[in-house]
């Protein structure tokens, strides 16, 4: 097991920038594949980004590709991921995940593939 906790969400203009963080502590967090996903108000959670356990494998939804990048630094046990060039559809709640893994360079997009989450970190864009 692994405790996540998210960082850095907050209010910003549309085209504007934030990055968000996820501390992480209780495990070996190199072992773990990340993943960012989001909840809108009304809606269902969604994928937005995942991150292979060596960090060099990336994966995004086709609404953030180009946006948005995720990274890890495993000597700090913290993923990252930057948001650039906001739009007020990306106002949600963000989580991000971890799932152990044996394949360090998989990423994975289904929620259920991850066991641990934070409790989240609230992103508002505003137009």
């Known amino acids: 097991q692994v405790q996540l906790v998210e960082s850095g969400g907050g209010l910003v203009q549309a085209g504007g920038s934030l990055r968000l963080s996820c501390s992480t502590s209780?495990?070996?967090?190199?072992?773990?594949?990340m993943g960012w996903f989001r909840q809108a108000p009304g809606k269902e959670r969604e994928f937005v980004a995942a991150l292979s356990a060596s960090g060099e494998s990336t994966y995004y939804s086709d609404s953030v590709k180009g946006r948005f990048t995720v990274s890890r630094d495993n000597a700090k046990n913290t993923m990252y991921l930057q948001m650039n060039s906001l739009k007020p559809e990306d106002t949600a709640v963000y989580y991000c995940?971890?799932?152990?893994?044996?394949?360090?360079?998989?990423?994975?997009?289904?929620?259920?593939?991850?066991?641990?989450w934070g409790q989240g970190t609230q992103g508002t864009v505003s137009s």
């Open positions: 995940a971890a799932g152990k893994t044996y394949s360090r360079h998989s990423v994975y997009y289904n929620g259920y593939e991850y066991g641990c």
């Open positions: 209780g495990s070996t967090f190199s072992s773990f594949a």
